[in-house]
């Protein structure tokens, strides 16, 4: 239960990260395809085109969302009164929404921990291995920030878990356990098509790992039956919704060279190793005891991991939050390892896994350097001063002038939100506004050729820039403009330092989450001359 308790804690602080300036790559799909079926009063996006402007992948998700969000609205829809308004009070600020999703999203990263502590309970039959087990998934950074957003990758850790739990579970025939593991795997494919990634995983279980002598007489049985279950639990999504692939323009596939191949599942973890060395250590000691004493879970383990990686080396590309299926497995090696080294030397490495991730789960609760330039031009600057921004996110409310001059720059770069924003009435509006242009969005070449000149031209009095958040041309030429007048203040971020907390990517090694003071980019607020 303690565990339980400190895995849940380490990912709520994080759940309100960026919000409402920022939402995260993969989560708008999600958010927004549940908030349109409830508009359209439709489960099935496919008789509708507008999904198709934001949802590109299977509508699975969207539907755990959707019950949640059906309640919300009705609380909501008393607040304002009418439909109408309601609906444009949404488009303004749908952050409330994104909460629930990082909650829901949290819920699946608790639940993966318990599930892996099982798994690993099955596979070890003792408890000691387990509890160390379900202690690593609980303070893994990788798993922490990922499962403080609302992307995917945790829902489909949890289909990985909970296979594995079916799989190995000792009470059950091989029928029932093969069964739900092939009923987690096809829902999983209304999740995402990674998911399809568990089923060369279940073949090595059960090459590997199952005893049941009749195995063989079940595959020869059922092989037909299985094909074609999985054919139709892969054909529902897209039966629901077509463009489920529609993601598939960023992969790749190429033919890697024999020193990729060879080195594949190294380079694959090494930003793992850098940001979790404890953890890692233990992995790879865990491998070594299984080597010699459980010769099928390491094989399972060593083929998977491989194969895995390179699947992505061929097919896409190496990202940290790309490892996490692999948690399951590597939670219950090093749980493994753990369970037979002596305390004097397991308790303060735990201690120290902890103080690291409640470092993480402080610099989440703190904010993204966004907010904390937002909140400090709020407290700081006039109402309705005229204030230029660039970086992604990195927005303040509009006066209604400031939208005119938006529109007529470039009215490609106003964003549905501020629209929505603009058509509210006063009482309902945000109280605090500025003359804000959003550069960040801004395809004007022309007006960028001369930015400084209309800067000064339009009596704009400060100027705030993301300096590792977008174009770095246009980075240069603003910090330039910024120059000519004073420096107001900073907020140093973590970008620099390798840690981008919403992509579960800390390349900068677990010692950059104490050189640092906040999360996100570095931002700068300049005085205008």
């Known amino acids: 239960m303690g565990i339980l308790i400190l895995s849940f804690a380490l990912r709520v602080v994080g759940v309100g990260h960026g919000l409402p300036l920022l939402v995260v790559d993969d989560e708008p799909p999600f958010v927004f395809a549940a ?20 949802l590109y992948y299977p509508p699975y ?57 099982r798994f690993a309970r099955n596979i070890w039959k003792t408890e000691a291995p387990a509890l160390w087990a379900a202690f690593f998934s609980a303070t893994s950074l990788l798993a922490i920030s990922l499962s403080s957003v609302a992307r995917h990758w945790t829902a489909v850790l949890f289909i990985f878990s909970l296979m594995l739990f079916f799989l190995s579970h000792p009470a059950w025939t091989a029928r029932r356990r093969y069964g739900l593991s092939l009923c987690t795997v096809g829902i999983g494919f209304g999740v995402s098509t990674i998911s399809a990634a568990a089923l060369p995983l279940m073949a090595l279980w059960f090459f590997f790992c199952e005893r049941d002598e009749s195995r063989w007489e079940l595959l020869r049985k059922f092989w037909l039956p299985v094909v074609i279950v999985l054919g139709l639990f892969y054909k529902l999504p897209l039966l629901l919704y077509p463009m489920s692939m529609g993601f598939k323009a960023e992969t790749i596939l190429k033919i890697p060279s024999v020193p990729d191949v060879l080195t594949a599942p190294f380079v694959f973890g090494y930003r793992f190793a850098v940001s979790e060395p404890i953890f890692a250590l233990a992995v790879f000691a865990g491998l070594w005891i299984a080597f010699r004493n459980y010769k099928r879970f390491f094989c399972l383990s060593v083929c998977f991991a491989y194969a895995y990686s390179l699947l992505f080396l061929i097919m896409f590309r190496f990202e940290a939050r790309f490892l ?3 948690i399951p497995l590597i939670a219950a090696l090093a749980g493994l390892a753990f369970s037979r080294i002596r305390t004097r030397v397991s308790i303060p490495a735990a201690v120290l896994i902890v103080f690291l991730s409640a470092r993480l789960a402080m610099l989440a609760w703190g904010g993204d350097t966004r907010e904390q330039a937002r909140a ?51 009482s309902t509006r945000s109280a605090r506004r500025y003359h804000t242009l959003n550069l960040y969005a801004l395809q004007n070449e022309k007006l960028w050729s001369g930015i400084t000149e209309y800067l000064a031209r339009n009596n704009y009095q400060f100027l705030s820039v993301s300096e590792d958040d977008g174009d770095d041309s246009r980075v240069k030429k603003l910090k330039k403009t910024g120059d000519t007048g004073s420096l107001m203040q900073a907020f140093s971020g973590s970008y620099t330092e390798g840690v981008r907390y919403t992509d579960g990517d800390f390349s ?15 931002v700068i607020l300049y005085t205008l001359p």
């Open 508 to 522: 900068g090694g677990f010692s950059a989450l104490f050189r640092i003071r906040a999360l996100g980019p570095n």
């Open 35 to 54: 908030l349109k079926m409830l508009e359209l009063k439709t489960i099935i996006p496919a008789f509708h085109n507008e999904f198709k402007n934001f």
């Open 324 to 326: 996490l299926p692999l």
């Open 376 to 426: 400090w031009v709020e407290a700081h600057i006039l109402e309705k001063s005229h204030i230029a921004t660039y970086g992604k996110g990195l927005r303040l409310p509009k006066t209604k002038e400031a939208f005119a001059e938006q529109a007529v720059l470039d009215a490609s770069s106003i964003r549905g939100a501020d629209r929505a924003d603009e058509s509210l009435s006063e």
């Open 61 to 117: 998700l969207a539907y755990v969302l959707l019950p949640f969000f059906a309640i919300l609205t009705g609380f909501l829809f008393f607040k304002y009164g009418s439909l109408d308004l309601l609906k444009t009070a949404v488009a303004a600020d749908p952050s409330i929404f994104f909460l629930v999703a990082r909650l829901i999203t949290v819920a699946f990263g608790v639940l993966s921990m318990y599930f892996i502590y």
